[in-house]
């Protein structure tokens, strides 16, 4: 298990310094194949600073251009989260029944009988594509993908060809208010943020493994194989650990360069989930009080802005 820990790490120090840390951890903590908690989130976060230091180092791109290719991965895996358990129904030629994601009938896969019309595919499968193909750097299959999203939330009066329900059923909620795809603002926001990468050099994107897929994969089998809906008490519990997490590491890899490209995606979807909020008052899940959820949402964007300057600062006084 020890060896997961090293997962946190870039790839060059994993070859020069994995053993020795393996080493270090297994006479430090005999017999135990985890060291004690706070040895993991020291370790976790020595590797996101790692990271960190690797990815700004890396003068391929400018930092800007790389914050704007981070919030696109952002906002494609916030449009993905309310369709998991569509998708993967879909993929597997399962009829949810019941289980549908708030929908109002289940009759609309090809293979299903129902009282509706059949649609062809999910509407979840855009943000999909768009994600993978954001991970591989291919922005000009992740522009058309965006643009689609934005038609079918434009057009979800007029036709189904993802669905009636694709469109008009639950969006993303989190803290804050639903984002369904009729919200022209996250899929807009995508979609700008697709065109700026696909005028840029091919060459001058971060391309990233196919093993960033691997929690993909994971979210939708946990989602579809057990019917877990995104309003469900779990799945809200466990989307905003995960937010957490995120925002730790957020400022973890500021306060380790003072670069400012971590902001830009934090930035991003505190804007799309307050748009939400103002839009849509009357739907918001006031799972806390208004005011805590827009101190939440808003509150790290000053954090990181004066973490990276302060860095910044003490990076000229040495």
Known sequence: MNRLLLAAYPEPYRSRQGKELLACLSEAYPGRSWPPPREVVALARAGVQARARVVVDDTARPWWLDG?????LVLAALALVPYLQDVWHWALHIDPGRHAIAFRFSGWYPWAAGPTRTRLLPYGLLPLVCLI????????????????????????????????EGKAG????????????RDLVLSGALCTACAVLAACRPGRLR???YRWLVPVVLALFVAGDLHIISVSPAFQRGLFALEVAALIAAWVATSATGDYRWL????????IRTQAIVAQPQEFMQSLPDLVVLLLLIAPLPVLAITAQRRQNRALLE
Request: aromatic residues 14%; positive net charge.
């Open 207 to 209: 391309r990233r493994s």
């Open 68 to 72: 704007i290719h981070l919030t696109t």
């Open 264 to 271: 830009i995606p934090v930035a991003a979807v505190a804007f």
């Open 133 to 164: 193909a954001l991970l591989r750097g291919r922005a000009w299959i992740a522009l058309p993908a965006a643009a689609v999203m934005i038609y079918a939330g434009a057009t979800f009066n007029s036709t189904t060809f993802f669905g009636d």
């Open 170 to 181: 639950l969006g993303y909620y989190g803290l804050g208010a639903p984002i369904t795809a």
